[in-house]
């Protein structure tokens, strides 16, 4: 069964590459082999803890032979560039949110993975949050009925010097916290409600000194149904907050709380019954935060089973799409049509 592993290189080992690479060691159809970063003392600290290989040229894990599968945890001007040579290289790539930087790169990494016919998947571990997982079953079975809308909120109060990070840097990234992390919740409602038709937004920069990135994202998103989805996405939110409601004409599915500073992960439901006493059924997931384990074990299943994971390429890309849709909408004080 060893010869059977996913061997497999992460590019980035701040933050996103600590949550990415202790599950694939705990995973029996994958091993950790090398990590790349070019701060030398991070590459080998988290390659110490996985029993891997460090290097600082994301290269490296490229031109490795036995490594057939690549997660590519940089900051997003570096994503194309890296999934391009790995996909060319014949491996498998998971590339964390967001996508890219722009469209056309986005659109350029689908091409190369359909020349290639290897996977590439894009990075949305929130659809395999215990709650979301829940949601998606009870919605699958008919709970709700036809939705009506969608609301989220989602919310981080930032850190002291996040205005220097490479988050804030325009030159690195595609945009301000609306593509970093409201990008999450545009994708969920993809997931829900199908593809959108219609766009309005506002962008601002309420405190945080990071123009022309944004700190706040307001938006509105519109099906060929009528149905609407809105977010609230913040850097400024004082006390982290995370709730998702999906409203339908036969009743409701609530998603609060992401575990950690979000708060506890809930799932709760609820009946249309005009007269009838509210009544919610609630289930509470009090365990760590387990998507990032959930993620990687359903994409090696893909790999696998030659079939396209959850959250795919193209999902990666039309979340992109969304996000700029918002921007050009508050640019341009219009409604955008897709």
Known sequence: MADLKHKTGIIGAGLQGGRRAPPVNQNPGSQLMMIADI??????????????????????????????????CTPPHL?????????????????????????????????????TGVTLKCGFNHRHHPGFKKAREWFDEGYTGE?????????????????KEWRANPKRVGGGHLME?????????????????????????AYWKMDPLEDNGFALFRTG???????HSSLTQWKNTFTFELSGQDG??????????????????????FYDPFRDDIIEFRSGDISWAEEWKEFISAIDQKREPLGTALDGLKSIELVNAVYESSLKGITVKL
């Open 147 to 163: 939705l009506n809308y969608i609301r989220c909120v989602y919310g981080i109060c930032g850190r002291p010097g996040y205005e």
């Open 225 to 231: 149904k009528n149905q609407i989805a809105s977010l």
């Open 181 to 205: 992390q409201g990008i999450h919740a545009i994708d969920l409602f993809r997931w829900f409600l199908g593809d959108i038709k219609e766009v309005t937004g506002f962008i601002s920069s």
């Open 39 to 72: 701060i030398p003392e991070s590459a080998k600290k988290l390659a110490k803890n996985m029993d891997s290989e460090a290097t600082t040229r994301w290269q490296d894990i490229v031109e490795k032979s036995d490594i057939d599968t690549v997660i590519i």
């Open 252 to 273: 409701y599915i609530t998603i609060e709380g992401l575990g950690g500073g979000y708060g506890v992960e809930k799932v709760g439901r609820g009946k249309r019954a």
């Open 79 to 115: 994503h194309a560039e890296m999934s391009i040579a790995a996909m060319k290289a014949g491996k498998h790539v998971l590339c964390e949110k967001p996508f890219s930087r722009t469209v056309e790169e986005s659109r350029l990494m689908i091409k190369v993975a359909k020349e």
